[in-house]
């Protein structure tokens, strides 16, 4: 009689234990993270003409497209719009022209290609970046020849930015660009040479990469900024 009664302690001990680890166990598996919801970005087409080919560029994995409310939109566009499942909505007045302000600040600054640079020049176009509001952009180049090629392009696109070519062969990159109808090109070896950019309203600028103070190249800096010469 006292061994069964042993055997049913044990056994009612042993269902105690189990209902304990259980009710101390966080019920996780009962919850189920919450996805969150992607946002949905929209891209902004400031074109007159809406393409196929403008809005696989722009539109990337966007769902959402603005364009302006004056825009035309091609067949092709259309179809593009209704295979991808794209909206189209409409910009305000409003965000057109800010928005064509800040594409024309970009597009009338200047552009540096830089094939060489001294310490100082270094140091004047790290200060240029911060400083010049969007007006100042720069790129570096293999070479004299590399940075003249790329500029006759662009110009010959009708670009409108204007290009500062800094080299330590600054006269036959003035040379070189000059060869292209559309193109007005100086050297601007010193501060005084300054007054040639407005007399031939030039669209090119050839700097020496070395030889100049820190002051002259933050002078023909502010100058091509701030006076606005393009």
Known sequence: MNLDQIDIDGIVQSVLQQLRRREDRPLMSAIEPVSQPKLNKVAVILSAVVTADLLAENVGANKTVRISPKAIITPAARDYLREKNITVESIDSKTTQNQTSK?????????????????????????LEKSSNGRWSQELSDSTSAAVKLVRQEVARGNKRGYIIFSDKAATACCEVNRSEQVRGVVISRAADLPAISEVKANVICLPASGLSYMEYRQIFHHLITENTL
């Open 103 to 127: 594409s024309e600040t970009t597009q009338n600054g200047w552009h540096g290609l830089v094939v060489s640079a001294s310490e100082m020049l270094k140091s004047c176009l790290q200060n």
